[in-house]
């Protein structure tokens, strides 16, 4: 059975930092390609990040380049997500979620097979 578990989120001040965890297993987490998206309310689930499973390679939303960092430790089978200079708009629910094989869009949330439950970052004003 497949889990993959966020963790980390909580209610931080603007320009504070949060790190975000995303534990998997029942996958075949280094060969897979792993994914950070976001939800805030009302609006729909979008791209942050993502890491291969090849080469370690990331890609970012352009408008979190700088400011979010995606990392991985192949031996813990968990990918983070280092979030720093943290804005009121990076509210939303926080999931992780493992690409499926081949060479698709990293960015379209489709291309995702497994997601975790999520986590909430709030951040104030």
């Known amino acids: 059975q497949v889990q993959l578990v966020e963790s980390g989120g909580g209610l931080v001040q603007a320009g504070g930092s949060l790190r975000l965890s995303c534990a998997a297993s029942?996958?075949?987490?280094?060969?897979?390609?792993m994914g950070w998206f976001r939800q805030a309310p009302g609006k729909e689930r979008d791209f942050v990040a993502t890491?291969?499973?090849?080469?370690?390679?990331?890609y970012y939303v352009d408008s979190e380049k700088g400011r979010f960092t995606i990392s991985r430790d192949n031996s813990k089978n968990t990918v983070y997500l280092q979030m720093n200079s943290l804005k009121p708009e990076d509210t939303a629910v926080y999931y992780c979620?493992?690409?499926?094989?081949?060479?698709?869009?990293?960015?379209?949330?489709?291309?995702?097979?497994?997601w975790g439950q999520g986590t909430q970052v709030t951040v104030s004003s």
């Open positions: 029942g996958l075949p987490f280094r060969a897979s390609t």
């Open positions: 890491i291969t499973w090849s080469s370690g390679s990331t």
């Open positions: 979620a493992r690409k499926m094989g081949g060479y698709s869009d990293y960015r379209d949330l489709n291309n995702y097979d497994y």
